[in-house]
């Protein structure tokens, strides 16, 4: 068979799954890995790999084999020490190494924005043990959030408002802390009066950017976005000047989801993603071509004349309630005849349940922001996730 490039895709998710899709249209082959067979990507691309990608010696095996013309992460969590050694070797890895080595855990990207680059973030302070924890706040003051270094979707993240909520604070960053380092950052809590993604794509003949997206979080994890946010112009272009310093410091070619807290006109660098972005998943019916396509393009080197945005558009979040390895969806007749825009559904084809895993998205685009937000969470409060035989997730139990 004939292929434009080989890639080798690291992490195999719902927004891998997207990203598969997008670089099948353009010829390419995709070996999708994660630790768990029949991930969603998986059920798209040529092949797959069953490991774990904190496993650096599987890790370096699989590159190895395959030979690919491009390594594409699409989780944090990953053994980036071995993709540095491996760039090192002249092996393509996106956007590159180093864009992944200081995104994998948060000190690393905060001290490259704040220290070296000059933005405005939060105000900060790092902890490895409790009494480290109450001389940091003491330093920022309070209220003020405190995550696990290394963690991602709100995992193991709280909001303290009080110097007694200090050790629960302590202990459940700790309980969630993924890897191997007792570290937490403690950040001053931002006020925000919005807070927004900035798709920012890093091509060979320029930086190129999104219409801003705004999104809901709840408990650290996204459960709408929405696009075009609204955003004043000076606003947008202080967000766009501090994505671009980011990208061109981090390098590489691709698209990076440059996450920003807004007050009033001052804009606050919160983090990044060297790759497509959840609350991103709203492009797949925002624009003609979404974050997927505009990843595939940049990394392969095609050209992107123009990024049309197609009117006021939203996703919404269709999350399990509980752990089951026996899933089936109904209600999706129901959710695409939500009248008063367009709407379409995702579903992941995960192949078990936890509490509030996300299972799929629904998108819609309407005449306002508010119309299509309004859609997008009719179309998903519709999906009912039916567990095994037993009980119905979601209204009306018609199992
Ligand atoms: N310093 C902060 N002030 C206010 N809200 C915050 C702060 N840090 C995080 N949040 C809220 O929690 C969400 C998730 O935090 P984030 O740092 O983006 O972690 P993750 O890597 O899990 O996405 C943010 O999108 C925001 O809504
Ligand atoms: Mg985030």
Redesign the pocket.
Known sequence: MAFTAKLLLLGSGELGREFTISAKRLGCEVIACDSYAGAPAMQVADASEVFSMLDGDRLRAAIRRHRPDFVVPEV?AIRTEVLAELEAEGVAIVPSARATVMTMN?DGIRDVAADALGLRT?R?RYAESLDAVQAAAGEIGLP??I?PVM?????G?S?VRDAEGLAAAWDHAVSAMRGDRRRVIL??????DY?ITLLTIRTRTGVLFCPPIG???ER???QESWQPAAMSPAAIAAAEAMARTVVDDLGGYGLFGV?F?VHGEEVIF??L?PRPH?TGMVTLISQSLSEFDLHARAILGLPIPAIAQRGPSASAVILADRASDTLRYAGLAEALAVPGGEVDVRLFGKPSARPSRRMGVALARAESIEAARRLAAEAAGRIRIHYGDAAVAGTDGDA
């Open positions: 944090e948060r939060s900060y003020l959030v995550k963690s991602s979707s709100g995992k993240q909001l950040e001053e809590f931002i006020d925000f807070e999104h809901r979080q650290g994890d996204y996450e807290f919160s983090e993603s959840d």
